[in-house]
């Protein structure tokens, strides 16, 4: 009976790791269709440049706080997603651990450490921002 349990719950939890692993990615990959552009957008976007705050900016014109930001705003997305797919793996990990502390312990850790991540993350992020805000580098 313990090992059915256990392959009913190993069949769901992978099922459902495969589809949210999937929407992620279709989230991340999936081009933003629904925003509507003005004409001043596309020409700006087409000359390589960037719409920002109602005005093209041009690629030569972008500052080293512009650019960090921009970084840090896609490295802070890269981090939020990669770290709930591991509290996900967590959590299944320590449903299917069966009742072994070994793997009890291993699950915790990984949620633990997934959530360290975070946090690390977030704070990263808030000192990048108040560098660039303090000293005017945008």
Known sequence: MKNYLRDILSYYASGLLIISCLSAGLLV??????RA?????SICEGSNGTWTGGKCVSASKRTIGGTLK?????????????SV???IIGGLRYTLSGGD???INSAKNTIIYSLVGVVVSFVSYAIV???ITTF???
């Not at 552009?37 to 957008?41: A, L, V």
């Not at 490295?75 to 990669?82: E, N, S, T």
């Open 129 to 131: 921002n108040f560098v």
């Open 136 to 138: 005017k580098i945008v």
């Open 37 to 41: 552009q003005t004409p001043e957008q």
């Open 70 to 82: 921009a970084l840090s705003n896609g490295l802070i997305f890269l981090v939020g997603a990669i």
């Open 85 to 87: 797919i591991m509290v």
């Open 29 to 34: 990959l999936s081009p933003n269709i629904a």
């Open 101 to 103: 502390q070994a793997g």
